[in-house]
């Protein structure tokens, strides 16, 4: 049993910043992938950023620049910074382990908006 949470949502202005959380407990395996997504209305989800087993961090054309992806195995957590903060970039966020046995879990997400 994999059991996600984040934390960090909330409003934040055009231009500013923002530091999401994201808490793994359960059976994690270090060789497993860790994330972000977020979906908008309307819209499909969309990965902003992944760090498979290597530390590689992949991230979305959209947030590109703007983002900044850790994962800290030991302690089973991946943080998520964003600068810049457009009104595009409102969303749920949503945490994502992938594990090796090609099982996905994700956490219930946590809003993002982004508005003056």
């Known amino acids: 049993q994999v059991h996600l949470v984040e934390s960090g949502g909330g409003l934040v202005q055009p231009g500013g910043s923002l530091r999401l959380s994201c808490a793994a407990s359960?059976?994690?395996?270090?060789?497993?992938?860790m994330g972000w997504y977020r979906q908008a209305p309307g819209k499909q989800r969309e990965m902003v950023a992944r760090?498979?087993?290597?530390?590689?961090?992949n991230y979305g054309e959209s947030v590109k620049g703007r983002a900044t992806a850790s994962r800290d195995t030991a302690m089973n957590t991946v943080s998520l910074e964003m600068n810049n903060l457009k009104s595009e970039d409102t969303a749920v966020y949503y945490c994502?382990?992938?594990?090796?046995?090609?099982?996905?879990?994700w956490g219930q997400g946590t809003q993002v908006t982004v508005s003056s």
């Open positions: 359960g059976t994690i395996s270090w060789f497993g992938a």
């Open positions: 994502h382990y992938w594990s090796p046995s090609g099982v996905d879990y």
């Open positions: 760090v498979n087993s290597g530390n590689y961090i």
